[in-house]
């Protein structure tokens, strides 16, 4: 029921059911033109028990019905693993805008409060002791730091450029999810319409597996010569046989469809209708394979993945290696505290931590030196860029193997739609005529069993033919990285 529909009965019970005086003067009211037209008070009575069940009744949910362009569009806005991809590039994008930030000046604050010893007099005498617990007074105190790299012999700029080729790996990570999503929606939609040909084609042949009992029945009970007992339980067997696979083709549909509402983000209970009545050989035509290769080759979000890994490892080898060396950088401070009761002491040679304000600006390097650490991230980084070659060496070797069996599927799969259409044609007329002349009791049962099996079978083959065709050029676009 939709919503609109429900709150419209809901609105029409609470009319009716919320109140006492209304419902008094509704029951007056519906009565009064009853009587004056003389109609019996039972009839008005059924009229209101058929309104209220009216309201009470869930109202039929209509289906939607949706083309194959529609599921994919759908599909690709429901599939969380595109969410878990898109977050995969914010990731990416956070470790760059992390990296560019280090070209920054990064600032340290230290504020500090806490008991301190009086401190009279000057730097010459004082009536106090530094450690005299006896008088105390509080002190604040503030330090800052800053830090502004100049140069970092390349830590940064590799960083930044890594985190760059970072960015591009996981678009086209989600290009791939995309394409995958693609593929997948096309499989189930593909395979709902293929066990729907099916479940009719057996529901045909059990039809005429059933007329053909009736008429073996009558010729039996007729004493037909051309009949004999062991025909009706070869026929019952037949049909028997038949309804199993009609079972299966049920069941293949209902998981199909339940396959392709999960990719729609549609609950189990949704009704859902496809436009294509009947499975079809899909319009596209294969084009020549060695442009399927070198599309490939430009569009596969694979091959770019690779690409851009390689840059991103290229750099972070390079970042690994610049920690040899030392950061260059301006360095500024500022320091600040204050205390009641100590004198202020204003000699350079006697600073005093408690009670001063000062500050500076220099020019410095940090150099971190270790023995083997640096080298085994060196190491490690290395070692990642290489395994990530040889993922492109494989993908290289693979990839036009994926493509190659994906054409030659379809390849095979036209041919076979081409020769099962004859074959089934031609069972259907071998079927029909034994049939016929089973009716007139000039044929045996054992031409029903033979024409009947060889056009289930032909007719069979076609159609899985025709979704094997379909199916090849789905997973050909997606070999190609061509997604819709």
Not at 8 to 32: H, P, Y
Not at 131 to 139: E, P
Not at 198 to 210: A, I, N, S
Request: hydrophobic share 40%; proline share 4%.
């Amino acid at each position: 029921m939709t919503q609109d529909a429900r709150g419209d009965c809901r609105a029409r019970e609470d009319e009716m059911k919320g109140s006492s005086e209304v419902t008094k003067s509704f029951r007056i009211r519906s009565l009064l033109p009853a009587a004056a037209h003389g109609v019996p008070g039972k009839a008005v009575g059924a009229l209101l028990a058929a309104v209220l069940l009216a309201c009470a009744a869930p109202a039929a949910v209509l289906a939607e019905t949706l083309t194959l362009k529609e599921c994919v569009s759908r599909a690709l806005a429901a599939a969380p693993e595109l969410g878990e991809a898109r977050a995969d590039i914010e990731l990416s994008s956070a470790k760059l805008s992390e990296a560019k930030g280090y070209r920054l000046p990064q600032i340290e604050f230290l504020g500090l409060t806490g008991p301190v010893p009086q401190a009279r007099g000057n730097q010459v005498s004082s009536p106090d002791k530094i450690n005299d617990t006896d008088h105390l007074t509080w002190f604040e105190r503030g330090d800052a730091t800053l830090v502004q790299p100049i140069y970092t012999f390349g830590k940064i700029s590799h960083a930044m450029s890594a985190a760059r080729h970072g960015i591009e790996v996981e678009k086209a990570r989600l290009e791939q999810k995309r394409n995958e999503v693609v593929v997948k929606v096309k499989e189930y939609y593909y395979g709902v319409l293929l066990a729907r040909e099916l479940k009719e084609l057996l529901g045909e042949v059990r039809g005429d597996l059933t007329r053909a009992r009736d008429k073996a029945k009558k010729l039996l009970e007729q004493n037909s010569s051309n009949v004999e007992e062991a025909d009706l339980y070869k026929l019952d067997a037949f049909t028997g046989e038949v309804d199993k696979y009609r079972a299966e083709a049920t069941k293949g549909e209902a998981l199909a469809l339940a396959a392709l509402k999960s990719k729609l983000g549609l609950r189990p209970e949704t009704p859902l209708e496809l436009s294509d009545a009947r499975l079809q050989r899909a319009g596209d035509r294969f084009e020549d394979l060695e442009g399927y290769l070198a599309r490939a080759r430009a569009g596969r979000p694979e091959f770019r993945q690779v690409r851009e890994g390689l840059q991103a490892r290229r750099e972070l080898v390079a970042a690994a290696r610049a920690a040899r060396y030392p950061d260059i950088f301006l360095g500024g401070n500022l320091s600040a505290a204050y205390a009641a009761g100590r004198d202020r002491v204003t000699n350079p040679w006697v600073p005093d931590q408690f009670n001063h304000v000062w500050g500076g600006v220099a020019l410095g390097f940090k150099w971190k030196l270790d023995f083997g650490i640096t080298a085994a991230k060196v190491s490690q980084e290395q070692a990642q860029y290489d395994k990530l070659v040889s993922t492109g060496r494989f993908a290289d070797e693979n990839i036009p193997l994926q493509i190659r069996k994906y054409y030659q599927e379809g390849v095979e799969a036209a041919s076979s739609i081409d020769a099962t259409r004859g074959g089934y044609e031609n069972s259907k007329k071998w079927a029909v005529t034994a049939l016929a002349n089973f009716d007139f009791g000039i044929g045996p049962a054992k031409e029903i069993f033979d024409s009947l099996q060889q056009y289930a079978k032909m007719r069979g083959a076609y159609f899985q033919s025709v979704y094997n065709y379909n199916l090849a050029l789905a997973n050909l676009g997606y070999a190609v990285g061509q997604g819709e």
